[in-house]
């Protein structure tokens, strides 16, 4: 087993030296990255060439970070809202008419059919609504969104379960995620966390940003975008939402919806050619620009509520249809302020309401002392282990050594490849690593000492040394993998951090502790035919 072909030794020694390659670019910022991928000649292959870089985390280079929570008293309103309009749908298809309308309560609706006959259709037709909650991990759970209560006066009740708000609540958080990691692309931003928080918030850090208040900007808000009729009847199926043409003032809008934002297929900022003032330029999809050129079509001379967020941004009279399938968005707009509207209507609308719990700025000084301390700790440890090493098992230890060394840059390299955030606990994880893995070799050779002292020959205490030590390696390094996946999914932020990377130095502890320990031992041997052991 000592024995190595030339081919296996090229094929270990390659493959060690693309790991340690792909580290390479971490060493170096994004701009020369860049500058060094545009400067290769055309012909040559750029996928060859390592370009993915370990990602700096918050605590490191400084940035900002905002803690959103859902709105649940918003999302139980907004879903009532929802179901009252699910049950006018099924009451206009069976043509039964309710009694008094239809009621929003708190956590439901409440409808009065006071037919028995009339009833009695339309209750399997509600019944459909209360649709099966399943679990990504289970399937069906046997729960139900909703809760439908039959009165003998004729009064039905819809009411929303916990465990629908629940799963309503999960779906949020898992959408409002996708949402608010398109929002931060467009914005240029470079490498966000986002990362769910317990069972209703989101965590989103950006580092090397300084600027938390467009941050808020971009994700605080819905970017609901609704087109709407104003109406001339206050008392009639109206909202009463603040206009801003009005400064604030509220007009009555029609609740029907004519065409929303999530027929949009882009969204631009731009100048209005007249005025010069900024403005939003849209476009919809073959959907969206049906519906908007028939309710244009249908309602020339009307006022159209272009309605952001429960608010009129502007109220335009409609001259003519519109069937082209696009349209401006004006309303006393800033230049900042056109751009952020345009970035949230293409990223879409959130599924929910969420409101900013915590925000915090890292200063880039104390993200450069973290760095400066990481160094430092590393080095110390690094040394003061590698001085061990060749003080205590001389030949050996300097093996040792080179396969540290090794285990360090596959680290960086597989942190590279996956483009993982490092963060100041994950460089305690690449100290802590350099001590489990110099703890293989040692294990490794006290047993190489045991069994020379207990007469074998120098080459079958080397074999034995490696074999015995074998299993205790695996059992080690799989017990604190263990631990290391439970920090992973049970923990959060730079827990998750410091997991990633002693998991990743785990892996690189056998290859390097053993495949390549090994080999070196093995070419020695052969290169210089020793009688003893060289500790």
Request: no cysteine; proline share 4%.
């Amino acid at each position: 087993m000592l024995r190595f072909s030339r081919t296996k030794i090229i094929a270990t020694l390659v493959a060690i030296l693309i790991g340690l390659s792909l580290a390479v670019p971490s060493f170096f910022s994004a701009d020369q990255r860049k500058g060094f991928m545009a400067a290769l000649p055309g012909w040559f292959p750029a996928w060859i060439v390592p370009s993915r870089a370990i990602v700096l985390g918050l605590d490191l280079q400084g940035g900002s970070q905002l803690l959103l929570e859902v709105d649940q008293t918003e999302l139980v309103a907004s879903q009532a809202k929802g179901l009252r309009d699910e049950v006018r749908g099924v009451l206009q298809r069976e043509n039964v008419r309710a009694d008094g309308g239809i009621g929003i309560l708190q956590r439901g609706v409440q409808v009065r059919i006071a037919d028995a006959a009339a009833r009695a259709k339309v209750m399997p037709k509600l019944q459909e609504l209360a649709q099966p909650i399943s679990n990504p991990l289970v399937g069906q759970t046997g729960g139900r969104t909703l809760d439908i209560n039959e009165q003998p006066d004729g009064l039905i009740r819809l009411a929303l379960t916990d465990a629908g708000i629940n799963e309503r609540t999960r779906r949020a958080v898992t959408q409002g995620i996708e949402v608010i990691r398109r929002r931060l692309d467009s914005t240029g931003t470079l490498e966000p966390s986002i990362q769910q928080q317990g069972a209703d918030r989101i965590l989103i850090q950006v580092p090397g940003l300084q600027d938390p208040e467009r941050l808020e900007a971009l994700l605080g808000k819905t970017a609901k975008l609704e087109f709407r009729m104003i109406s001339d009847n206050p008392a009639g199926d109206v909202d009463m939402l603040p206009s801003r043409d009005e400064r604030g003032a509220k007009v009555a809008v029609e609740r029907r919806v004519m065409a929303d934002g999530g027929d949009l297929t882009d969204a631009q900022p731009a100048f209005d050619q007249q005025t010069h003032e900024p403005m939003v330029s849209f476009k919809f999809n073959l959907k969206g620009a049906q519906r908007f050129g028939q309710a244009t079509s249908e309602n020339v001379g009307r006022r159209m509520a272009i309605v952001l967020d429960n608010e009129v941004v502007s109220a335009p009279v409609i001259r003519s249809a519109i069937t082209g399938g696009s349209g401006q968005i004006t309303g006393n707009f800033s230049v900042q302020q056109a751009n952020d509207l345009s970035i949230l209507l293409r990223a879409g609308a959130l599924p929910a309401k969420f409101t900013v719990v915590e925000r915090r700025v890292v200063g880039p000084g104390l993200g450069s002392d973290s760095i400066r301390a990481g160094k430092i700790a590393t080095g110390v440890a690094g040394l003061l282990v590698v001085a061990f090493m060749f003080l205590t098992y001389g030949t050996f230890g300097f093996i040792a050594n080179i396969a540290l060394i090794v285990h360090v840059g596959l680290i960086l390299g597989l942190m590279s490849v996956l483009e993982a955030t490092m963060t100041l606990p994950g460089i305690a994880g690449i100290v802590l690593t350099i001590g489990t893995a110099v703890d293989s070799n040692v294990l490794i050779y006290e047993r190489m000492r045991e069994e020379h002292r207990a007469g074998r020959s120098l080459v079958s205490a080397l074999q034995a040394g490696f074999d015995r030590a074998f299993a205790t390696i695996i059992d080690s390094n799989s017990t604190m993998a263990i631990a290391a996946l439970i920090l992973f999914f049970l923990g959060s932020g730079p827990v998750k951090g410091f997991a990633v990377v002693f998991i990743l130095g785990i892996l690189t502890t056998v290859i390097t502790a053993v495949t390549l320990t090994r080999m070196m031992i093995a070419v020695w041997y052969k290169s210089f035919r020793p009688k003893a052991l060289p500790f």
